[in-house]
């Protein structure tokens, strides 16, 4: 026990001062301390070393200089008896508290800043709760210039391995916080001087690696903690750092996403997870964050004074962000700034849109199509020949890209011009509609959907196509002979839609002779999936627009070329389409010179040799044999379906010359076909064979009561082939067989 007379020699003797063991015998009678041993362990010999009474201190400054640090610590010991016997001791050699604190502040706040590093828990809690209430106790101006010490001691409290500790250091911080806010309101009466230092000072710290970049997650919550309470609070104090908090705000969003989303992110595929929907989510959290509000919040507090900074802060953040969370924020900020403070950007419109579309290249579809949505706002504040060169760029992208990607992006950036900058978009559609129209026909439907939307919202159907006609071809002719096979479809696809959207010549007009240079184009080249739509549009246009066509006979006969080459193609699923059009358009432009090509075409594909020659799949043969009867399988319905296809062209092609004469062979050929149909050895005709062939008889009939003369070789074969249909098609069994399987249909 330290009242024990040998005990306190060695204190005494330890301190190296004998001389001090009477005040010590006096001391220890009158403390409760000294029935254990408690207070020497922890250093009670450092205090009582230099303890003295008044007298003492009075003499002897060094002494006092040390012993009051010390003393003032030991007063939120941890221990409770230990804390009220430095309680004891204090009251009795210091008569005035205030005035000593305010006097001895200097070493106190050395001696508690030192004590929270020590290597013994008990020092560090006591020093910690001391300069909790020290700071309380001392004016401000007194600790200023030590602020930024006293917050990293603060949050190395925070984070100690000590509960106790991170509890004291929580106290703390929290202290700290909230003079931090009150001494930057400028409204509340603080100097705005002082505000404007305090956060020269601290802002800079709470950002850095000893505050929201801490490696520790309780210091990095509070600093986003108190940062956000200085931007919810702060007023007109913050305004000076406002551009640098944006800036900073921006770069930490990556920082601070949490690292499991890291990992999922390049683990998608080991839990059946799609990056996009993990993108979206991530986008998601990013707009409801504290971060992205304390944002919006600096954002508002933006005046004419700073706009200038900010633009250019915000020019170097989307160039120095990595990673999705940073350049998402980055792209929302563009458009809360646009939304908020429309009149403010007007001179910097350009800047801020040349800024967005160096994003829409970025390897991430998420981020590029944020940018390309944030581009879509910017163009409110942007000229109108800024937004022109904007749609140029956009065109460029689409059409000039080999990757999937910088089409999507291109069409979300047309269509986002269109909805979030109508008054820009309407005076300067004609950049942008028409690349519409032709990208809304890609083949890959996740490219063409922007594209699409953006056509059925700001158009009223066709006679937009109309009015972009000119536009439309330009883009066509241009693009036509592209080494993308795919932008050469899509091109092709659209002048044919274009052309399909028309009505009549009227509404052709003066456009005729570009569309047909661009479809003619259109048509040149191998057989694709859609090609067949182009040839028909050709044969369409033709027919709406025969006064055009018969005056320019060069024309006429470029068309006729193109319409024969298209129907001999070896490509069986495309030449049944082509063969279509062949027959429309030698029904409109009948020709002698015409009619021996389809006579030629025709022949093969209307011969039973012609199936007979076909690859079929045995075992499927025999299957389908077992299950189905021959007349209704699949394969017959199959191959009937394509010969009345054919013959209903064969038909239509038949007509006469303007000199009322005809093409005998032709008309023989055509009449042998109608026959064949009923009576073929490889398909089985059913009741829509019947049909056809009477249909067709009828039509050949019908054009040649126009025909001056005919052969009486042909008026035979005509009566023969009406008695061989008749038969055929008025058999009982047939006729039975006819009514059930036009009731089962």
Sequence with gaps: SVSTYKDILNLASEVGDPSLVYKFMSLAKSSALWSSRKGIAFGLGSIMSKSSLDKL?????????????????????????????????????????????????????????????????????????????????????????????????????????????????????????????????????????????????????????????????????????????????????????????????????????????????????????????????????????????????????????????????????????????????????????????????????????????????????????????????????????????????????????????????????????????????????????????????DANKEVAKNFESEWTENTSGNGAVKLYIHEICALVKQYITSPQFSVRQTSAKSIAEACNAIDGATGIGSSADELFEVLMNACQGRSWNGKEDVLQALVSLSSKSKPFVDSHPELLAKINKIVITEAKRRNKDYQKHAIVSLGEFASIYPSEELHDQVLEIFEPLLSDEYYESEDEDEDMEKDEHKTVNAKSSQKNLTREAQRMKALSSLVKSFQIYPDKTYHPELLEFTLKALEGTINSNVIIPTWRSQIAVDEGLTKIAEVLKGASNIDSNNVDLLIKTWEIIFKNNTKTEDCLLYTSDAADD
């Excluded at 990013?286 to 706009?307: H, Q, T, V, Y």
Aim: hydrophobic share 40%.
């Design 57 to 441: 201190l009075f003499e002897n400054s060094s002494l006092s200089n040390r012993l009051i640090p010390k003393l003032y610590r030991y007063r939120f010991d941890p221990n409770p008896s230990v804390a009220r016997s430095m309680n004891d001791i204090w009251t009795t050699i210091v008569q005035d508290s205030s005035k000593t604190i305010d006097e001895y502040h200097e070493g106190i706040l050395k001696e508690l800043l030192t004590g929270m590093g020590n290597k013994e828990w008990r020092v560090r809690e006591a020093s910690t709760v001391a300069l909790t209430d020290l700071l309380q106790a001392l004016n401000k101006d007194k600790y200023q210039d030590r602020m930024e010490e006293i917050w990293t001691m603060g949050f190395r409290a925070i984070d100690d391995i000590k509960d106790s500790v991170r509890k004291a250091g929580g106290g703390l911080t929290r202290s700290l916080s909230q003079m931090l806010v009150n001494s930057i309101k400028v409204e509340s009466g603080s100097s705005e001087t002082n505000a404007k230092e305090v956060l020269s000072k601290l802002l800079p710290f709470l950002l850095g690696t000893k505050g929201i970049q801490s490696d520790a997650e309780d210091v990095r919550d509070f600093s986003l903690e108190t940062i956000l309470k200085l931007v919810k609070r702060g007023g007109k104090a913050i305004k000076p750092f406002i551009a640098e908090l944006i800036d900073q705000f921006v770069l930490l969003m990556s920082t601070l996403e949490p690292q499991i989303i890291n990992y999922l992110t390049l683990n998608a595929d080991k839990y059946n997870l799609k990056h996009d929907d993990i993108d979206a989510k991530r986008l998601q959290s990013i707009g409801s964050s504290p971060m992205m509000n304390a944002l919006e919040r600096l954002i508002d507090l933006i005046d004419d004074d700073i706009i200038g900074d900010v633009v250019v802060k915000i020019q170097s953040t989307v160039k120095k962000s990595v990673g999705l969370p940073s350049k998402a924020a980055a792209s929302r900020l563009f458009v809360t700034l646009v939304v908020r403070h429309l009149q403010l950007l007007k001179p910097y419109g350009e800047v801020l849109l040349n800024t967005c579309i160096s994003q829409l290249n970025d390897r991430n579809t998420t981020v590029s199509s944020s940018f390309a949505t944030a581009a879509g706002y910017v163009c409110r504040v942007c000229s109108v020949d800024v937004v022109a060169k904007y749609g140029e760029k956009i065109q460029a992208s689409y059409f000039e890209s080999e990757d999937e990607k910088s089409k999507i992006v291109a069409g979300v950036a047309s269509e986002a011009v269109s909805k979030y900058s109508g008054d820009r978009f309407a005076s300067v559609a004609s950049a942008f509609l028409p690349v519409a129209f032709v990208a809304k026909n």
